[in-house]
């Protein structure tokens, strides 16, 4: 099945820093989403991205399909940014899941 | 209702005791996903659901497990004779289907078998 690969896997960082997340994956997708779990652990899903560059306030995303890797930014870094940061790929290629891939994810802590 | 529900929140049961862990897709969402989360680990693949049947089971991790969905709406995962490695938070997520739309998670359900 399709690997997904997410660096790196642990980040901390100063409030007002800016970081880039990656995610490569070994296959062609159809989609790619990011999401964010929080330290309370609720999962919310930050972009809904094929393709192409997304901006939503301090966070925006671009992926890169033909070269098969997103990156997700964060700018001007805020305490609430800390947790785990998700990618995950549709290739629609079955194997499980509906052909729906998670990678293991970036620990990110923002420090005040 | 808004977003994906489930209930309960928190499950804390005996080893050897069946537990039934049951999700609210949105409305409309055909897809649904159920997801095991040990603490401090990524999200385990259970069983995914389009409509009411389930092409995928393969994420079950034992005869213990079974999941089943009506309406194309709610679900319910049950675990029998729970084991203390039953102990996680169980997600469940749905979407509009064929991992064509954005996915959207529940709040989980954290179970803790003693």
């Known amino acids: 099945g399709i690997q997904v690969e997410q660096s790196p896997p642990d980040l901390i960082l100063q409030e007002g820093a800016n970081s880039t997340l990656r995610c490569n994956f070994s296959?062609?997708?159809?989609?790619l989403q990011w999401f964010h779990q929080n330290p309370w652990g609720q999962l919310i899903n930050l972009f809904y991205i094929p393709s192409g560059t997304k901006q939503n306030g301090r966070l925006s995303a671009t992926t890169v399909a033909t070269e098969r890797y997103s990156l997700l930014y964060i700018s001007s870094s805020q305490t609430t940014d800390s947790g785990v940061y998700f990618c995950a790929v549709f290739s629609g290629l079955g194997g499980g899941a509906d052909g729906l891939t998670f990678g293991k994810g970036t620990h990110l802590i923002i420090q005040p | 209702g808004a977003g994906v529900s489930q209930s309960p929140s928190n499950k804390v049961t005996e080893k050897g005791k069946d537990v039934e862990l049951r999700c609210d897709p949105i409305s409309g969402h055909t897809a649904l996903y159920w997801y095991r989360q040990r603490l401090g680990q990524g999200l385990e693949f259970l069983i995914y659901f389009q409509g009411n049947s389930a092409p995928d089971k393969s994420g079950l991790p034992s005869d213990r497990f079974s999941a089943e969905r009506t309406g194309e709406s709610v679900s319910t995962l049950t675990i029998q004779r729970t084991q203390q490695e039953d102990s996680a938070v169980y997600l469940c997520?749905?979407?509009?289907?064929?991992?064509?739309?954005?996915?959207?998670f529940g709040n989980g359900t954290r179970l803790t078998v003693t």
């Open positions: 296959d062609s997708v159809n989609n």
């Open positions: 997520a749905s979407s509009y289907g064929q991992g064509l739309s954005p996915l959207h």
